[in-house]
Structure formats: C-alpha cells, structure tokens
C-alpha cells in the first residue's frame, strides 16, 4: 500500500508538472561554438580549488611526426566515413558548447529528482538516502539549496579543470587534428587553439565525475553522455584519441579535487535532527515569537535546517554569515499586521499580471528549482556573446558560487529566527503555488535572484537593468503569491546583493578581464 500511494502520488507531480511549459529551455539548431576570442592565456587565470592550473601534471603529447600519432588521425579518418544522421546530431549538439551542453543535462536532473517524499503510512516521512540512493525516495530530494550546491560544485569544477586545459594546451601547443594532415573534414569551427588536452574530454571527465556523488542513480547515463561528448568531437576532427585520454583524465582528476571538499562541507547534516527541530521552535518560542510549525498534513520535518552551516567553497564562512540581516517585524508588531494585511490584500484581488509574476517564478515542485531558472537565462544571454569554453565556465562558476552562498545565508537566516509564514499569521491567506515547508525570513528566491542579477549585469553590462528588473520581479512574486512577506523579500534582494558583490570582486581579480 505505501509503494502504491507513493507511485499515485509522483503520478500526480509529473501531471502537474508536465503541464508547466519551457521547464528545462533546451536550446536546438545552435551553431557550432565560435568564440570571438580564444582567451588563449586561460590557463594563468585564478583558480578556485586548484593552487594553479599546473597543480595535476599532464604528460606531454606524442610528437605529430611519431607513427602513433599518425594512427590516431588515421582513426578520425576512418570514424567520419559515412556519418549517420545521428551521428551528425550528436556532433551538431555538442560542437554548440560543452559547458552550455552539460548545463543543460544539470537542469534537467535537478527537475527530475526535485520531488518531496511521500509520507509513511504512520504519517512520518522518509529521506533520501546517499548510502542507499536507489531505495525510496530515491537520492537525492534536489530542493533548492540542494540544487545550487549542485550546480556550484559542477560549474566550479568545470572552471578549475578548464583553467587548468588551457595551460596545457599553451605548454604542448599541439594543434587540432585537422592542421596536422590532410583528409579531415572539419566540423566544428576551424582554431588555432591547440587540442591537446581536449577540452570537450575534459568536461566529460569532470561532470561525470561530480554526478557520481550528486546524482549517484544517474551514473551510468551521466557516463553515456560523457562517451557521447567526446566521441563526437573526435568524429568533428576536433581531436585524437590521446587528447580525449589526456583531458578526461586531467577532468577526473580535478573532480576529485571538489568531491573530497563536498564530502566534508557538512550538507550531509543539513537534515538535522528532530531534537534540533524542537530546540528550533522552543528557542523562537522562548523570544516571545511565533514559531514557525509545517502546515502540511501530516506535518512534514522542515527542510534542510543545517544548511545554514553548510561550509562554503569560496567565500570565507565568517564573512558570509556576517551578512545576516536583522530580525523580522516582531510578533504583534504594528508592522507585521501592515505587511500581513498587504498579502492578503493581493491574494484576495489577484490580476493577471500578478498571475503571470507568480507562475514564471514560482520554479517548485518537479523544476529547475530557483538557481536553475537564473542558469537558464544566463546561458541564453551567454550563447549571443560567443564565449570560449573557458569564459563560459568561469562565468558560469561565478553565477552559481553566488547562488550556493545565496543558500547558505538564506537557510542560516530562515532557522536563525524560525518566523512563520503569512499563511500561519492569517489562515485566511490561501496561496497561489502552495507553501514552501520551511520559515520564511529571508525570502530565498529574492535571495537567489538578488545574487543572480548582480552577478549576471557585472558580466553583461548591457543587461544590467534587466536582470535588476528580473530580480525585483521574482521578489514580488512571492508576495503577491501569498507566501512571503515584504519585509521577507526587501531583506532577501538585500542580502543577496552583497553576496553578488563579493563575487565580482572575486572577478576582477581572477585575470579573466
């Protein structure tokens, strides 16, 4: 009987969500990538776990004259002879940019593994196992600060491992297959950038990796795609067996630069504990305020209690958690019943636009989650800006460190205070896309979206006041939603901000200008 409720249950998320449209926004007919410049001194740039982008040795390459080497362009030649059309599919999809590509993949298992377990039958309620990640619910529970960990230690990886590609592609300077003989169609955009390591190996050989720990049911398919990647560029003449081996294993190696850091992070105690979970609402209790308690039914353990304690990869714990803002309008406060009547006020006279606001952000159950829909819209502003891999990457790892720490701050905030929602304060408040199980100050998707949006007009200028918009919309659309308070959500586009500043600092001195 549990098995069945739990399937008619996770029948009833997938319906809802396959009426949501442009969940994962994948991006087809791309032109191959073609970089405006091959930022070819990469390889000196600021690393972020790695002490530099020489720290893992890459031995040298096979000289083009040796006999070897001439066998590997002689295997290219005979892999483009008749090309089906789907392998041309699988070299179009890839040539348009590995990082693009596996952040693609990233968001479409973060909305696949975004569901809430179901209760026991004696209304408690399972968790994802990592020890055990195929037993139910299966491992892991990709919730929003899940996910932009996820993200941030993918993309991180990814930067490191690729710094590290370039400055062996300018130590070697071995050329791509197709300047060093003739008789290879050339199907991605010709470069002068050298092949060896490659870098589409590279990136197989690092995400790959990561998923082991954070998708461990998805490894064998994660593995497919990593094969996928690489044996299409060599089919693409865009490099040789021994550039593929030589950057798949430099990606590994880098990876498991991250994972022993993700191993030890502490995130495998966010869940706490119920006796944490007691002392929570006893302590708010004891201040004289209202506790925030689950209003599902049954009552569901909050999420991630301990995420706040959560050891960041780049930013200084102390600095981040220094940034939590000051106490919520108190209990009985003549402010708090102004911005709880403000709520209600929306629910009670929704217009279309407000409608609107409130499902484009509403990013829940069986999404990309919050980080994933800023990802979305800064790899579609990323693909008209013809970055290089590495550009991309380092972009992208600024992007999601930001929103990893966003989290962070969020999470130690929310069960630092423990204040409940304007749903609690005022039952007669019914919101638009239900009501996220943990407190509500601050508000993570104005957190999230305050970091995004500094990050993303920092490194897109142009779009600056944009994604100031974006920011401020998806604030609102909490309020309006009936699940967050002003003062929830003026907080969060604060607090997020500054982490955003943090990492442009960081980009203004990582050499990448």
């Keep these: 009987m549990k098995k069945l409720n739990a399937f008619i249950y996770t029948l009833i998320l997938c319906a809802a969500i396959s009426c949501k449209k442009d969940i994962i926004e994948q991006t087809e007919g791309l032109a191959a990538l073609n ?8 390889g000196e740039w600021k690393t972020i776990l790695l002490s530099s982008g020489a720290e893992i040795a890459v031995p040298a390459p096979l000289p083009i004259a040796d006999k070897l080497y001439e066998a590997e362009l002689n295997e290219i030649k005979g892999l483009q002879q008749n090309i089906t ?33 179901y209760q026991n039958e004696d209304g408690s309620y399972p968790f994802p ?3 055990n990640p195929f037993a139910y619910p299966l491992f892991p529970f990709s919730n929003p600060p899940y996910a932009a960990r996820a993200y941030a230690y993918i993309a991180a990886a990814q930067y490191d491992a690729l710094v590290a590609t370039w400055h062996y592609k300018k130590l070697y300077g071995r050329l791509a297959p197709y300047k060093n003989t003739t008789g290879i169609n050339t199907k991605v955009t010709p470069t002068d950038l050298p092949s060896y390591p490659s870098e589409a190996a590279v990136l197989a050989g690092t995400t790959a990796e990561m998923m082991k720990l954070l998708f461990p049911t998805e490894i064998a398919n994660i593995e497919q795609k990593a094969a996928s990647h690489q044996l299409s560029m060599m089919r693409a003449g865009a490099a040789t067996r021994s550039d593929m081996l030589a950057g798949e294993a430099l990606g590994r190696a880098v990876a498991q630069k991250f994972i022993t850091r993700a191993r030890n992070d502490k995130a495998g105690a966010a869940i706490g504990t119920p006796a944490s979970w007691t002392q929570l609402e006893d302590d708010c209790k004891a201040r004289g305020e209202m506790a925030w308690i689950s209003l599902e039914s049954p009552k569901r353990p909050p999420m991630l209690p301990g995420f706040g304690k959560v050891i960041p990869i780049l930013m200084p714990a102390s600095d981040l958690i220094a940034l939590r803002p000051g106490p919520p309008p108190l209990t009985g406060s003549a402010q708090l019943a102004k911005e709880t009547q403000e709520v209600f006020d929306f629910v009670q006279k929704q217009d279309r636009e407000n409608i609107r606001i409130a499902h484009f952000w509403a990013d829940g159950v069986g999404t990309y989650s919050p980080p994933g829909h ?13 970055l290089s ?18 989290a962070i701050i969020t999470w130690e905030t929310k069960y630092h205070y423990f204040n409940g929602r304007p749903c609690q304060v005022k039952p007669a408040i019914k919101t638009y896309t239900g009501t996220p199980n943990f407190p509500a100050y601050i508000s993570g998707h104005s957190t999230f979206s305050g970091a995004a949006a500094t990050v993303l007009g920092y490194l897109t200028p142009a779009r600056a006041d944009d994604y100031t918009k974006m920011a401020n919309e998806a604030s609102l659309s909490r309020i309006v939603s009936g699940i967050h308070f002003r003062s929830d959500c003026e907080e969060g586009l604060k607090v997020g901000k500054k982490v955003g500043e943090y990492y442009i600092n960081r980009g203004n001195a990582d050499g990448a200008q």
């Excluded at 970089?35 to 990469?42: F, G, I, K, L, R």
């Excluded at 800023?374 to 013809?386: C, P, R, T």
């Design 85 to 117: 059309k789907d392998q041309q599919k699988e070299i179009d999809y890839w040539a348009a940019g590995g990082v693009l590509r596996w952040n693609e993949i990233m968001r479409e298992l973060v909305a696949k593994y975004n569901l809430p377990p």
């Design 389 to 406: 891999e590495v550009k991309w990457s380092r972009n992208m790892a600024l992007l999601n460190l930001s929103m990893m720490d966003a």
């Design 374 to 386: 800023w990802n979305a819209i800064a790899a579609k502003d990323f693909i008209a800006q013809n």
């Design 35 to 42: 970089p405006t410049s091959t930022d070819a001194n990469a």
């Design 129 to 131: 196992q990592a020890a």
